[in-house]
């Protein structure tokens, strides 16, 4: 399964230690060229570390994204980032995009991709198996990566997970 992801997750998760759910749940991991270049400058060592080993094996791959219409409209409304996540996914028909900023989601829906995020990436890992607990997770994602998550999207990611 190929995912196009933004700079958040991928951040988020290497913060935690967690990077490897991603390849765990997809084949490969595409990013723009702008996540690209935010990745690489991650001010986690630990982080960038994972980052880097990730890109090094091949499973995070780095592509460019379309100069197109829908790229020029995305960046009217949303960072560069999130914008060129999004075009890239519609061009290269991805599975999924993964973000986690609420108005990247909502256009990404628009324009027809499904959507997930760190959340739900550590959901989905919860519900297989692969990680114990998810409660945890998340206060490492507040702690560790200043992750904001309102109180009943918690409540109801928790809830999903059996916590």
Known sequence: MRAVSNTSPVSNLAIIGRLDLLKSQFSEICIP???????????????????????????????????????????LQLHRGEAEAIALAVELNADVVITDEQEGR???????LKVTGALGILLRDKLDGQIPALKPEIQSLRSKGRFFIAPSLEAQVLAAAGE
């Open 106 to 112: 909502e256009l990404a829906a628009q324009v027809g």
């Open 33 to 75: 060229a702008f996540v690209w270049k935010e990745l690489c400058a991650h001010p986690d060592p630990g982080a960038l570390a994972a980052i880097q080993k990730g890109l090094a094996g091949g499973w995070i791959q780095s592509a460019a994204a379309p100069a197109s219409h829908l790229l020029s409209l995305l960046s």
